[in-house]
């Protein structure tokens, strides 16, 4: 027990080996959708579910396990929502090429974000991010996950009139997951720990009973990873007609990344008084490399989880937290059943709740600088508006160059926001 308090630097983070591990099981439920959600997704692409599964499980676990022993940073890593879907609908799908295709051009992304990563131009442009972006970019992470949370909860809906809606407020789920919610608040002002978790369990516990959710059991068979193991197709992702499929997992990959490492460092006390994220070399090469080990194990782009607020506001602060993470995703190969008997409705409130933690980064904005505080509402609304973390990120540096140069305010832009404003319109004219 020592050694290990001794390599994660516990005492210098002001935490011990039960509140990491504590923080890792509430990341792991927040997330832990993704263990069913993304084999439904690939497998509409033609992959097998059951290999999908598996991978999805083993890339979560391996990319955690690097950015908690390698990084020591709490954040845990999974197969993103988003570029599972681009990956299905718009490749796949909608440009008709296979999926071992599709797997090749993740592969070759995550390989020139690795580079970008080792060669120190992704740590540099991450670093050089303007205080009020960064600011604005976490709190629109919070309200992305948010979104995310109350849809799930289904207390917000679609609707052909005004996009979104209230949803049936008498239905038993939205109700637990208020109460969810509720709990959590008061647990957390009670200094009860594991406050999310308790949570999360006990609602699950009443829709078990109750039959509002099935209860799979606890054991089951581990399905075989060989039907997508090593299936990537890299020469069919070399050519002109992939070039902007490529760009776009990368582009995607690098700015989600960027994103949240950023929110889960301001709320975590990475962030030093000049604005420098402490250690971000090493979690940016963990992210990169899960990506391409993900590709070859047979999942789409494996990236760093906002869900890992969840965690870190329950007192997570070193990789002691990550590699809990990655064990109750291993644990998930034979505890499939019990795992996925979570309800999205159980685990909703979680994202809410962290959202609010996210949020209070907008309190730090200059809010005597109209050219500052504007940009940085705008990536800050734009990500949850439009369902991606990148939009925002891209939109908010476009206008925060755009409206310096024309305020005058030279002085104020670095050459990385000029970078990323740039990569952002080219996303945009070509992706």
């Not at 407020?169 to 969810?180: E, I, Q, R, S, Y």
């Not at 996925?340 to 685990?347: K, R």
Request: net charge negative; with cysteine; aromatic share 10%.
């Amino acid at each position: 027990m020592d050694a290990i308090k001794r390599y994660f630097d516990l005492e210098a983070k002001h935490t011990t080996v039960r509140t990491e591990i504590l923080a890792g099981l509430a990341t792991f439920l927040t997330m832990a959708y993704i263990i069913v959600v993304n084999p439904t997704i690939l497998s509409k692409a033609g992959m097998d579910f059951g290999a999908v599964f598996v991978a999805t499980i083993v890339a979560a676990a391996i990319g955690t396990l690097i950015m908690g022993l390698w990084a020591n940073w709490p954040v845990a890593l999974a197969p993103g929502m988003g570029l599972n879907a681009y990956f299905t609908y718009s490749v796949v799908l909608g440009l008709n090429q296979t999926w071992q295709i599709a797997l090749g051009a993740v592969f070759l992304g995550g390989v020139l974000v690795l580079i970008l990563s080792l060669t120190g131009l992704r740590e540099w442009i991450i670093n050089s991010i303007p205080k009020s972006l960064k600011l604005g970019i976490g709190a629109g992470i919070g309200f992305f996950l948010a979104i995310i949370g109350l849809v799930n909860a289904g207390l917000v809906v679609d609707s052909p009139a005004t996009l979104v809606g209230i949803g049936d407020m008498t239905d038993p789920k939205v109700l637990l997951a208020g109460l969810g919610f509720c709990a959590m608040v008061i647990f957390t002002r009670l200094a009860v720990p594991g406050a999310i978790v308790i949570s999360i369990l006990a609602v699950s516990i009443v829709a078990w009973v109750t039959g509002l959710a099935p209860f799979a059991g606890i054991f089951g068979a581990v399905p075989s990873l060989a039907p997508t193991f090593l299936q990537i197709d890299i020469g069919g992702a070399f050519s002109l007609a992939l070039l902007g499929v490529v760009f776009a997992f990368m582009f995607v990959d690098f700015f989600d990344t960027a994103g949240t490492l950023t929110s889960v460092a301001n709320v975590a006390d990475k962030v030093d008084a000049e604005g420098k994220i402490d250690g971000i070399g090493k979690a940016i090469v963990a992210d990169s490399s899960a990506t391409v080990i993900g590709a070859l194990i047979g999942t789409s782009n494996t990236t760093s989880y906002v869900e890992s607020g969840a965690g870190i506001s329950e007192g997570g602060r070193t990789g002691l937290t990550a590699v809990a993470v990655a064990v109750f995703f291993l644990m998930c190969l034979v505890l499939a059943p019990l795992a996925q008997s979570i309800p999205a409705f159980a685990t909703a409130p979680a994202l809410v709740f962290v959202a609010a933690y996210f949020a209070r980064n907008l309190r730090d904005l200059d809010w005597e600088d109209v050219t500052e505080y504007a940009p940085a509402i705008l990536a800050a609304v734009l990500m949850p508006l439009t369902y991606s973390i990148a939009n925002g990120i891209a939109i908010g540096f476009i206008s925060y160059a755009v409206i310096k140069i024309l305020a005058g305010k030279w002085s104020e832009i670095n050459w990385a926001v000029i970078l990323v404003a740039v990569l952002g319109v080219l996303h945009y004219a070509f992706g």
